[in-house]
């Protein structure tokens, strides 16, 4: 694990599936705007990566995540899964991840 500056000191695993119509992207951009003011500021503790792990979706969830990913490139990381592997390995998955 490294200690750099721009390493993330906290990583959130959201394990997603077919999720295109319910994910909140524009509430997800809102926050990471926000965050990403505080961060550069000095004024958050801590950073922060969201890692969205792909569990094998037949819809638009992965090009959602993918855009977000473009917009936020240091605080969100999308893991593509190509078969659904279901909630648990897909959390599993990320978590593994998140520790590289």
Known sequence: S???SSSPST???????NEELRLPVEAFASY???REAEESSGRAP????LLF??????DGTLAML?????????????????Q?????????AGM???LQ
Do not use: C, I, M
């Open 2 to 4: 490294s200690s750099s």
């Open 11 to 17: 990583v959130l695993v959201v394990p997603t599936y």
């Open 32 to 34: 990471l705007q926000w």
């Open 46 to 49: 801590q950073k922060l990566q």
């Open 53 to 58: 792990v792909n569990d094998g979706s037949s």
């Open 66 to 82: 993918q855009q977000l990913q473009s917009r936020f490139p240091h605080q969100v990381r999308v893991l593509d899964l190509p």
């Open 84 to 92: 659904n592997r279901g909630k648990a390995e897909a959390t599993r």
């Open 96 to 98: 593994l991840a998140a």
